[in-house]
């Protein structure tokens, strides 16, 4: 699975589930008229094939960084948790790991921060940046344990990243709890700063092992 199709496949089951149903939808159909979704589907829908298009143009922007050395995994599942995925994991060419949150969001509105919440104009999204945080400490809990049943103590530095497409970010960028949120011109720059003093041998081991820790993820498999 390819960036973004998760998010794909939620948009879609989204409108197919909002489908009408019943001898009223079988009516209607049979005289020609289409049955439409509530508008609440529509637009979480649109909310879905956001995301999916905020992953594909994120993963398209850091596939430019293989060549220097870094590895990435593109829509993973997280160990432990039923329904969440890892838009994409980066390993830097130090062994840094890297979960980018892609977004798109609309440009109509600045991106910045309200009382460690992130906002987009008047709207606050209070979840964001603790979902990303709650997702980076068991992406960094199951990596820990797994090296330490391979006979490895040596600690991974796991630093999250909000990646945000169309909308403008206030100050060029912002960090929020310990989350760096950055326009999509600057994520290949921010990276390069983050990426640390190159260990090609141990950024390979450490992307073999996530690569095991974080299967493909595959819309409705609850692990």
Known sequence: MSAGNSA?????????????????????AFFGFGAE????????AANWEAGAEGERRTAELVRALAPEGWFGLFDRHIPGL????????????????IPVDAKLWHRHAVVHAVKDQLAHGD???????????????????????ALARRGTDRTVEVTPLIAMHNAPVSG??????????????????????????PAPEWAAYVAGVLEQLLPRYVEGDSR
């Open 82 to 97: 039923d329904v969440a995925n890892v838009d994409i994991a980066l390993i830097s060419p130090s062994g840094k790991v």
């Open 123 to 145: 709207k606050k999204y209070p979840r964001v940046i603790s979902s990303v945080l709650f997702e980076t400490s068991q992406i960094e809990e199951s990596l820990h344990n």
């Open 172 to 197: 060029d960028g912002f960090t929020v709890k310990g989350v760096q949120v950055v326009p999509a011109d600057r994520l290949l720059s921010v990276l390069r700063e983050m990426a640390g003093t």
């Open 8 to 28: 794909q496949a939620r948009a879609d089951a989204t409108l197919q589930a909002a489908q009408p149903t019943g001898l009223w939808a079988r009516t209607r």
């Open 37 to 44: 979704p509530s508008a609440e589907a529509v637009e979480e």
